[in-house]
């Protein structure tokens, strides 16, 4: 199963775009991990930082908490 259906090149996205959307899944340790980051990222305003936790979130495979 694929979802990587780019509209086109990520020019310019607007602020709380799909580009940083994520859905940390309530007691997955990784997501718990990334939300910090996330958090961090946007307090501090780094769009980069920003982008890579809420890719990664996405991304994860959700390993319950041991
Ligand atoms: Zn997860």
């Not at 940083?20 to 997501?31: D, H, I, Q, V």
């Not at 991990?33 to 991304?59: P, V």
Request: hydrophobic share 30%.
């Amino acid at each position: 199963m694929r979802q990587r259906t780019y509209p086109g090149p990520p020019v310019d996205p607007p602020l709380d775009g799909w580009l940083y959307e994520a859905r940390p899944k309530p007691g997955c340790t990784r997501c718990a991990e990334l939300k910090a980051q996330l958090d961090r990222a946007t307090r501090r305003g780094e769009a980069n930082a920003r982008f890579e936790a809420a890719r990664s979130i996405r991304q994860c495979a959700h390993e319950a908490a041991e």
